[in-house]
T-cell receptor, first 111, second 116 residues
Framework: EDQVTQSPEALRLQEGESSSLNCSYT??????LFWYRQDPGKGPEFLFT???AGEEKEKERLKATLTKKESFLHITAPKPEDSATYLC????????????FGAGTILRVKS | GAVVSQHPSRVICKSGTSVKIECRSL??????MFWYRQFPKKSLMLMAT?????????EQGVEKDKFLINHASLTLSTLTVTSAHPEDSSFYIC????????????FGSGTQLSVL
């Protein structure tokens, strides 16, 4: 069974304090790994897609990386507006339409 | 980017009534849409896959008679929670995948359902 585990569950950072979020996955035939940002009471907002080990994507203060077993979302010099829940999801090759989500990491950045 | 509109954003209803939630793809056609349910501080759980012009595919454990899905056009899918009960209270989110986006899902803004 496909599994996605995110850690930590919650993370508090001071503004400017860089850190990383982890997404460990177990899936047969990974087709893609996705990162989303979700604000309270809203639907998830797409951030990145990673397809193969070694791939990296960047967007402003965020950088996503992928290995064969996990993905990291690195946050460099975060700002309070980066506070949100970050969700990781995997797409399995055999069932291309489905995404399996992790429980997310709640990030709080204090000024 | 692609826009998925979901309505209403919040609904409060009495136990035993039915509630309809609409999901529209505004700038692309979607032959398939997905309905998720999310509990507080929990992950998104896929409920069903909505297929235009045919029956929806439900995930294991999801009651198809409780959660009616209709995908009558290439831009509209609806989820009706029938005979709602307090345990149906949750955050419901729809999503769709435009062609050529490499599997990327775009989500609606969600509907918070509260059943009294």
């Amino acid at each position: 069974e496909d599994q996605v585990t995110q850690s930590p569950e919650a993370l508090r950072l001071q503004e400017g304090e860089s850190s990383s979020l982890n997404c460990s996955y177990t899936v047969s035939g990974l087709r893609g790994l996705f990162w989303y940002r979700q604000d309270p009471g809203k639907g998830p907002e797409f951030l990145f897609t990673l397809y193969s080990a070694g791939e990296e994507k960047e967007k402003e203060r965020l950088k996503a990386t992928l290995t064969k077993k996990e993905s990291f979302l690195h946050i460099t010099a975060p700002k309070p507006e980066d506070s949100a829940t970050y969700l990781c999801a995997v797409q399995r090759g055999e069932y291309g339409n489905k995404l399996v989500f992790g429980a997310g990491t709640i990030l709080r950045v204090k000024s | 980017g692609a826009v998925v509109s979901q309505h209403p954003s919040r609904v409060i209803c009495k136990s035993g009534t039915s509630v309809k939630i609409e999901c529209r793809s505004l700038d692309f056609q979607a032959t398939t849409m997905f309905w998720y349910r999310q509990f507080p501080k929990k992950s998104l759980m896929l409920m069903a896959t909505s297929n235009e012009g045919s029956k929806a595919t439900y995930e294991q454990g999801v009651e198809k008679d409780k959660f009616l899905i209709n995908h009558a056009s290439l831009t509209l899918s609806t989820l009706t929670v029938t005979s709602a009960h307090p345990e149906d209270s949750s955050f419901y989110i729809c999503s769709a995948r435009p062609l050529g986006t490499g599997g990327k899902l775009f989500f609606g803004s969600g509907t918070q359902l509260s059943v009294l």
